[in-house]
């Protein structure tokens, strides 16, 4: 059954774009933060006077003030309409901004940076539901393409202002700067986005969101907490991890049974969606868990400042905006099965170079390698997540990205504790400086630990041949890790060949014309 309604125009309108303008102002501003704070954690330790483990949090708050609040974005679209929540979302988190810029201890950083996630949960869900509907199914190819930009943007041009800020100004501008962002979004949101058609008449799942949002919290609670412990054994990893699961095993035998589950797994049965959203978190575990570990070879081997560092990543970034916008187009045209393949072997051959790194490995080459990584990310993400969005009918697009939010979410959590635990576990087989202990902890500094450390100004004497000696441990270790990201990411050709290699048929309407239609069933593509 084909759809009757007038099919929409081939190329992005003004309307539509104006509508994709406020969405990746939000993406820009939640994106961008992460990757910003990131950089201020040794800043922050420094002017709270408090441990790495503290200062933490600020990451740790906001993961899982992420993960409470995705599982109820679709429902709360439904109830109470995308634009309105949009903007709530943009106000809960300009002000969570605006506030942790004032904090005076780490304790109030942290909770104000709980207040920011509530906000920056929702604000990838309902942006995806809200460009999906405006492109309709002929342009959301296209479409999801212009998302994309500031979602590989974000590792890449995070660092690099973050640390532009902290140097000229203060840490405190890592957050003022979202203020004015956040107030153009509101008025632009306010002003671009259409008139929301919500369904008041769906029941809340109290029960669903009592076992599936704490129990996302505790597991990724959990996983966060690997790097800081090193182990899996460890009580508050195994207890926080183990508690989360079974809750979240009990909401997915649960969530059958209700009419309006909280997260709608029934939506699985589509094969497009499934397969999809395997893909996805499969590539979000193998790219973004080792992805995070590119800047850190630059800053502890190659002793680069935070700013050159991220100067450095921009070649990735630049090989995305090439790709990106060709991979929406022909995502419209040729089914994601024929060019994600190709894109991703683009990503093996870049990320490869990686497992070969050394103490002096040539810029050129490296940067060389992160431009082909990037062709290949640009060609890869959006075009899974278009796929994975096409075939849903129009009133389960905001339930569709929600499930596929929470995969990134929980992937990119998993992913990096993976990497960070294997780095961390091959620095500490280093062999220790004989006389040279911790003055905190008591406990030998071993010659990785003492070049990492001489690398950002510390004094610590060493003979040459041990410093040498050290930073070599310290490379070899990177390589090693990077060994498990290139074969997570070999595994994650596996999904992607079940991808559909023959063109998706679509059912989503296209709400902007405002036709009221219904949505027919989706279609299952086999």
Request: with cysteine; glycine share 10%.
């Amino acid at each position: 059954m084909t759809n009757q309604a007038a099919a929409p125009p081939n190329k992005l309108d003004a309307a539509v774009l104006k509508v994709a303008g406020v969405v990746v102002l939000g993406a820009i501003m939640s994106i961008l933060d992460i990757t910003v704070v990131s950089v201020a954690l040794p800043t922050f330790q420094t002017e709270f006077d408090a441990t790495y483990a503290e200062v933490a949090w600020t990451m740790t708050g906001y993961t899982l003030a992420l993960a409470t609040v995705i599982p109820l974005s679709g429902w709360a679209a439904d109830r109470f309409g995308t634009k309105r929540l949009y903007m709530l979302a943009v106000l809960l988190f300009t002000l969570g901004s605006a506030l942790c810029a004032t904090a005076d201890s780490i304790g109030q950083l942290v909770a104000f940076r709980v207040l920011q996630g509530l906000g920056g949960g929702m604000l990838m869900p309902l942006g995806m539901t809200i460009m999906t509907r405006a492109a309709g199914p002929d342009r959301i190819g296209r479409l999801m393409a212009v998302l994309g930009i500031p979602m590989l943007l974000g590792p890449i041009g995070g660092p690099i202002l973050g640390g532009w800020l902290i140097e000229a100004r203060s840490w405190h501008w890592i957050f003022l700067i979202n203020v004015p962002v956040g107030v153009i979004a509101l008025v632009y949101a306010y002003f671009a986005l259409p008139k929301d058609n919500a369904e008041p008449s769906e029941s809340f799942d109290f029960i669903g969101m009592l076992m599936l949002s704490p129990g996302l919290a505790l597991f990724l609670y959990g996983v966060s907490s690997l790097p800081e412990t090193g182990t899996i054994t460890a009580t508050k990893v195994w207890t926080t991890m183990l508690a989360g699961g079974l809750l979240v095993i009990g909401f997915i035998v649960y969530s059958f049974k209700p009419r309006h589950p909280l997260l709608d797994l029934r939506l699985f049965r589509n094969r497009n969606l499934a397969i999809a959203s395997l893909s996805l978190f499969v590539f979000i575990i193998a790219f973004m868990g080792a992805g995070l570990l590119f800047p850190s070879y630059f800053l502890q081997v190659r002793g680069e400042s935070t700013l050159h560092a991220g100067l450095l990543m921009a070649p990735q970034g630049i090989g995305a905006m090439l790709t990106m916008p060709i991979a929406g187009m022909l995502a419209d045209k040729i089914p994601v099965g024929r060019t994600v393949p190709f894109a991703m072997g683009l990503i093996a051959v870049g990320f490869f170079t990686f497992t070969q790194v050394g103490t002096d490995t040539s810029y050129v080459l490296l940067c060389g390698s992160l431009f082909v990584m990037g062709l290949g990310m640009g060609g890869t993400m959006m075009p899974i997540m278009t796929s994975a969005l096409r075939t849903l009918a129009s009133h389960d697009v905001a339930r569709g990205s929600t499930l596929t939010n929470i995969l990134q979410q929980i992937g990119g959590s998993v992913g990096a504790a993976i990497m960070s635990v294997i780095l961390t576990s091959q620095l500490n087989g280093s062999a220790p400086v004989p006389g040279l202990t911790d003055p905190n902890t008591g406990e030998p500094i071993t010659e990785a630990g003492a070049a990492i450390a001489n690398q950002h100004g510390a004094q610590i004497p060493l003979p040459p041949d041990v410093l040498q000696r050290g930073l070599a441990y310290v490379a070899d270790s990177f390589a090693t890790t990077f060994w498990v990201g290139f074969a997570l990411v070999l595994a994650t050709f596996i999904p992607i060949a079940l991808l559909p290699r023959k063109r998706e048929v679509s059912h989503l309407l296209d709400d902007v014309e405002g036709d009221g239609a219904a949505a027919a069933t989706p279609t299952l593509i086999h």
